[in-house]
T-cell receptor
Framework: DAGVIQSPRHEVTEMGQEVTLRCKPI?????LFWYRQTMMRGLELLIY????????DSGMPEDRFSAKMPNASFSTLKIQPSEPRDSAVYFC?????????????FGQGTRLTVV | RKEVEQDPGPFNVPEGATVAFNCTYS??????FFWYRQDCRKEPKLLMS???SGNEDGRFTAQLNRASQYISLLIRDSKLSDSATYLC????????????FGPGTRLSVLP
């Protein structure tokens, strides 16, 4: 398996533009997570899905952020309109639905810069 | 109080040294615990899970103290390649929905 795949790896955009980040989880994993990482706030959970259904989006900072998971192999995180304070590394992670100790596998991240 | 707290470091140690990190968590209902490692400009990767009785993986030893609500990571015989940020991760339920990361402790192993 290729692991969790994210695209693009880097994105530079102007303030006010729409940004769409993409994620392909590991096949067979029921949980998908979107995280944001900054120097100031560390790694923060934005939203997670179970079997393509959003379960907890309490970490989504504002209405400008939205996430979808139309099928088991694809998810998007959209920011519209983007602002400079959205600049961060956005990670997608997936894990199987299994009781007990089970690790989350991360994608390589999308480094977003909003200017 | 933050859910998961760590000393950000940096810890600068010579090669061959033994170094220990602690992590405290606030939710007494937390059920599973992990240490992740993150290299500069890379994604976090699982280093080891932390079992109630403590566990060892080569030069790495993890321990859990539920009474005091902390976990620890001990690295023996440090290598240059151990230089990274070590993230403490706590789940408050056994299915892992609430996967809370600490801010990380930065380690630099010096030649």
């Amino acid at each position: 398996d290729a692991g969790v795949i994210q695209s693009p790896r880097h994105e530079v955009t102007e303030m006010g533009q729409e940004v769409t980040l993409r994620c392909k989880p590991i096949s067979g994993h029921d949980y998908l997570f979107w995280y944001r990482q900054t120097m100031m706030r560390g790694l923060e959970l934005l939203i997670y899905f179970n079997n393509n259904v959003p379960i907890d989006d309490s970490g989504m900072p504002e209405d400008r952020f939205s996430a979808k998971m139309p099928n088991a192999s694809f998810s998007t995180l959209k920011i519209q309109p983007s602002e400079p304070r959205d600049s961060a590394v956005y990670f997608c992670a997936s894990r199987p639905s299994r009781q007990g100790l089970s690790e989350a596998f991360f994608g390589q991240g999308t480094r977003l810069t909003v200017v | 109080r933050k859910e998961v707290e760590q000393d950000p470091g940096p810890f600068n140690v010579p090669e061959g040294a033994t170094v220990a990190f602690n992590c405290t968590y606030s939710n007494s209902a937390s059920q599973s615990f992990f240490w992740y490692r993150q290299d500069c400009r890379k994604e976090p990767k699982l280093l080891m899970s932390v079992y109630s009785s403590g566990n060892e993986d080569g030069r790495f030893t993890a321990q859990l103290n539920r009474a005091s609500q902390y976990i620890s990571l001990l690295i023996r015989d440090s290598k240059l390649s151990d230089s990274a940020t070590y993230l403490c991760v706590v789940n408050t339920d056994n299915y892992g929905q609430n996967f809370v990361f600490g801010p990380g402790t930065r380690l630099s192993v010096l030649p």
